[in-house]
C-alpha cells in the first residue's frame, strides 16, 4: 500500500528558502519509472503545480516558479524533496507531494494518483 | 487565471445528475488527456477520473469522465450528500511543459 508523507518546517521566514521532504513507503521509488510531483494549494484557492521528478532525476517546472524551486530525489531514502527560494507571503499554502501514475501511458498522460496528507507552510516573519 | 475553464459552482439534490465543464484549448486538452480529482475541504485531492474516461479502482461508475476537442466533462449521476466537494480538472499544456489545473468547481448538494 503505498503511502506518501511530507514533511518540513511549518513556518518560514520571507526571503528564505522553504525546503520540504516526501517519504515514500510501500513502493520503490528507485526501480519503478514513475514520476513523483509537488502541488500547493493557497488557503481558500485551488490547486497549482510546482514540478515534477523523474526516478532518474530528470525534472520539470511550473515557468512561474521554475527560477526558485529545485526538486530532487534520493532514492536510497526512497524520499523526493522541494526546495524553493526568496519565498514570500504569496507561497504560504498546504503543500502535497504525489505519484503519477500510471506506468502504462506516456508521462504527459499521466495523473496524480496517490497523494501526501498534505502540510501547512506560512510564510511570515 | 487558468489555462483550464471551469464553472466556479454547480448544485444539485440528491439522486439528480450533474456535470462538471473544463475548457481548455489545443495545448492542452486538446492534444493530452484529462483528469479529474475531488478534493472535501480539510482533505487531500483524491483522484476520480483518468485518461478522459478512466476510474481508479474504488471509485463509483456513479463518476464518469468525457472529452470532445477541447474541452471536457466529470458527470456525477444519483448525486449523494458525500459528493459534495470541490472538484478540479487537469492536464499537460505542450506549451508550458508542464501540468495545468482548472480553478475548481464547488459542488453543492441541495
Known amino acids: 500500500h503505498l503511502q506518501l508523507r511530507e514533511s518540513g518546517p511549518g513556518l518560514v521566514r520571507p526571503s528564505e528558502t522553504l525546503s520540504l521532504t516526501c517519504a515514500v513507503s510501500?513502493?520503490?521509488?528507485?526501480?519503478?519509472?514513475?514520476?513523483w510531483g509537488w502541488v500547493r494549494q493557497p488557503p481558500g484557492k485551488g490547486l497549482e503545480w510546482i514540478g515534477s521528478?523523474?526516478?532518474?532525476?530528470?525534472?520539470y517546472y511550473n515557468p512561474s516558479l521554475k527560477s526558485r524551486v529545485t526538486v530532487s530525489v534520493d532514492a536510497s531514502r526512497s524520499q523526493f524533496s522541494l526546495r524553493l527560494r526568496s519565498v514570500t507571503a504569496a507561497d504560504t499554502a498546504v503543500y502535497y507531494c504525489?505519484?503519477?501514475?500510471?506506468?502504462?501511458?506516456?508521462?504527459?498522460?499521466?495523473?496524480?494518483?496517490?497523494w501526501g496528507q498534505g502540510t501547512l507552510v506560512t510564510v511570515s516573519s | 487565471q487558468s489555462l483550464l475553464t471551469q464553472p466556479p459552482s454547480t448544485s444539485g439534490t440528491p439522486g439528480q445528475r450533474v456535470t462538471i465543464s473544463c475548457s481548455g484549448s489545443?495545448?492542452?486538452?486538446?492534444?493530452?488527456?484529462v483528469s479529474w480529482y475531488q478534493q472535501v475541504p480539510g482533505t487531500a485531492p483524491k483522484l476520480l477520473i483518468f485518461?478522459?474516461?478512466q476510474r481508479p479502482s474504488g471509485v463509483p461508475d456513479r463518476f464518469s469522465g468525457s472529452k470532445s476537442g477541447t474541452s471536457a466533462s466529470l458527470a456525477i449521476s444519483g448525486l449523494q450528500s458525500e459528493d459534495e466537494a470541490d472538484y478540479y480538472c487537469?492536464?499537460?499544456?505542450?506549451?508550458?511543459?508542464?501540468?495545468?489545473f482548472g480553478a475548481g468547481t464547488k459542488v453543492t448538494v441541495l
Open positions: 504525489a505519484r503519477l501514475g500510471p506506468l502504462s501511458v506516456p508521462a504527459a498522460m499521466r495523473s496524480f494518483d496517490h
Open positions: 510501500g513502493d520503490s521509488i528507485s526501480t519503478d519509472p514513475y514520476y
Open positions: 521528478i523523474f526516478y532518474s532525476g530528470a525534472t
Open positions: 489545443s495545448s492542452n486538452i486538446g492534444s493530452n488527456t
Open positions: 485518461t478522459d474516461d
Open positions: 487537469a492536464t499537460w499544456d505542450d506549451s508550458l511543459h508542464g501540468f495545468v
